[in-house]
């Protein structure tokens, strides 16, 4: 393919890059990611949620993921602070009788103390203090986060000079330590580094705009030349790869004697 036609295309997926919620939709097929790690976040939270769950959802995106629990609506709560994904879960939640509140995963929280069984965070940002404080005694929190390491190779082909890490604290050792000073005892904890894998360059330059705190500044005009480089790869090899890091936490809030 000539390179005005890659260009042009290459600047559609600028263009289109944008989502509600957490929908990578747009590029299924073109990419691949989460598909081998060693733990199911879902069958986890399933394990430990219980009917009688009072539960709490935190950096919940668009609320796909909670609501797909099929949990009562009535013993269901959220929080999300980004603008696009606030007025979704305003629109979605609210009238579903979802508890739902505009809130900083990782800054102060707008409920009681001791209010929730179970509390979820996959992918956002939490104050381990407000975990301690807003589960009940014997209740768990579960996290499945992004690591400091994730993607760099693919954002070090794209860019240059190499942006540092935008999380360097994000590793399983140092939040297992946080949540264990609050009080919290770690039930699980796994961190696993995986491949992610784009079969069209198109698809990266949308994921790369979508997650622009792990590539500041790209854009397909300034990063032109190390998107031919990238095509270049993928016609060699037929695939362009990098490397995920990922890590689970579960933890309880223990019962007092």
């Not at 073109?30 to 769950?53: A, G, I, K, N, T």
Request: charged share 25%; hydrophobic share 40%; net charge negative.
């Amino acid at each position: 393919m000539k390179q005005n036609e890659l260009l042009t295309q290459w600047l559609a997926e600028e263009h289109v890059a944008h989502i509600h919620g957490w929908d990578f939709s747009h590029i299924h097929g073109r990419f691949q990611e989460e598909d081998d790690l060693p733990w199911d976040y879902r069958l986890l939270v399933q394990h430990h949620l219980q009917p009688e769950s009072r539960i709490l959802d935190i950096d919940t995106g668009g609320g796909e993921f909670l609501l797909s629990l099929n949990h009562p609506h009535s013993l269901t709560a959220a929080t999300e602070n980004y603008p696009p994904n606030v007025a979704l879960c305003r629109d979605l939640l609210l009238p579903l009788g979802v508890d739902f509140r505009q809130a900083d995963g990782g800054g102060p929280l707008p409920y009681p103390d001791d209010s929730f069984d179970l509390i979820l965070n996959r992918h956002g940002d939490y104050a381990p203090r407000e975990i301690s404080r807003l589960l009940k005694p014997g209740g768990v929190f579960l996290t499945d986060q992004v690591g400091a390491e994730n993607d760099r190779e693919l954002v070090a082909l794209l860019l240059d000079p190499v942006p540092p890490l935008p999380f360097p604290k994000q590793y399983l050792k140092i939040a297992r330590e946080e949540l264990e000073s609050c009080g919290l005892e770690a039930l699980e904890a796994q961190e696993a580094f995986r491949p992610i894998r784009f079969w069209d360059v198109g698809a990266l330059v949308w994921f790369a705009r979508i997650i622009e705190w792990e590539f500041p500044g790209f854009s397909v005009e300034r990063c032109l030349d190390r998107l031919y480089q990238a095509q270049a790869l993928l016609e060699r090899d037929g695939v362009i790869q990098g490397t995920i890091h990922r890590y689970l936490l579960v933890v309880r809030k223990p019962v007092a004697r």
